[in-house]
């Protein structure tokens, strides 16, 4: 059964969507590929109270890794690179193509791009942290803006973003 939530944060409204009782979707505000909202089950914003504590810590800079419960719907290819995305290290950002790599398969840098782009948990699956070839910003479901906010924010170069708390909107 699933359930949701939303939360703030300095990135915007965060729906935290939840399968029997595990996280299973993150998603930003006019994300591109967000699930309808009737999807996402009947909203208690008493629900994954660990994975907002997480995001907390995360957003005032004092949680660098999470280690949340995740149930990821996706093709065995969609999961292996989200797995793959997991590994890249807080503040470190990779190419398409070393994920591609890294997965065994250098030529399936437009794969791995596409993967990415359908990742269900933003932020938690880092995502934000996979860049161009050359070094630059790529395509975000979140938004560019956002991208290189989250980039920033870890990178500590954020100029004028001050983490803020986390809270259920409407509490």
Known sequence: MKQHTIVDSPY??????????????????????RPSEESFGPRDDTLLGDVQEQLEAYFTG???EFSLGLRLHGTPFQRSVWAELRKIPYGE???YGELAEALGNPTASRAVGLANGRNPVGIIVPCHRV?????GLTGYGGGLDRKRRLL????????????????????
């Open 12 to 33: 915007g409204p965060l729906t935290l969507v939840a399968d029997d009782g595990v996280l299973c979707g993150l998603y930003m505000t006019e994300q591109r590929h």
């Open 62 to 64: 004092a949680l660098t």
């Open 93 to 95: 950002t990779r190419t």
């Open 131 to 135: 860049i161009g070839a050359g070094g």
């Open 152 to 171: 920033g924010f870890e990178g500590g170069t954020a100029s004028g973003d001050t983490p803020l708390p986390l809270f259920p909107l409407g509490a």
